[in-house]
């Protein structure tokens, strides 16, 4: 870096003067010394900022290492896997979905039916009430349709006063569920 010796600055003093003039020098001066003190306070900050940056690089070298390679070892694991054959996998699967979906929605399969006509549905809930209706007759009349018979007689076909209580609170409990 080249220097600048006694004489060099007592030639550019002069040749300043002369250009500037006595009556300004002191001024110019005075804002070369301002400027002078403002960039070394600068170069002063932004070298205390990077001694901080080096402390804190110096201080935090073990984790910065660690991050490294985890990222290496990431990138690593993302180059053995097959992304192509796992997107063109995930499209083949959203085809599937997409073409049973249609199917659901022309009324093709029993799901299909059952969203687009009312029909099977109806029928569902038919068959349902006729066999919860079985149901109640056979707990109220067993004897319709298993016959037990010990010794050889036969059962008695009339209902017990029991039944008869038990049918009477069944029908009051149905027509009570009715008007709600």
Known sequence: MPQIGWLELLIIVIIAILVIGQKDFPIVLKKLG???RRVKKYFSDVQSNINEITQNLNDNNTQISNIITNFSDLSDSLVSVDIT?????????????????????????????????????????????EIQDLLDDL??????YVRVSLFGR???????????????????????????
């Open 34 to 36: 301002t400027w002078s």
């Open 85 to 129: 054959r796992t997107l063109v996998k995930a499209e083949k699967a959203m085809e599937q979905v997409t073409e049973v979906t249609n199917r659901i929605n022309r009324g093709e399969g029993t799901l299909g039916k059952l969203l687009v006509n009312d029909s099977l549905y109806n029928g569902l809930v038919d068959t349902n009430t």
């Open 139 to 144: 707990q109220l009349n067993p004897w319709k």
């Open 154 to 180: 036969k059962q008695d076909s009339k209902m017990s006063k029991g039944d008869i209580k038990r049918m009477e609170k069944m029908i009051r409990e149905e027509m009570e569920n009715q008007t709600d």
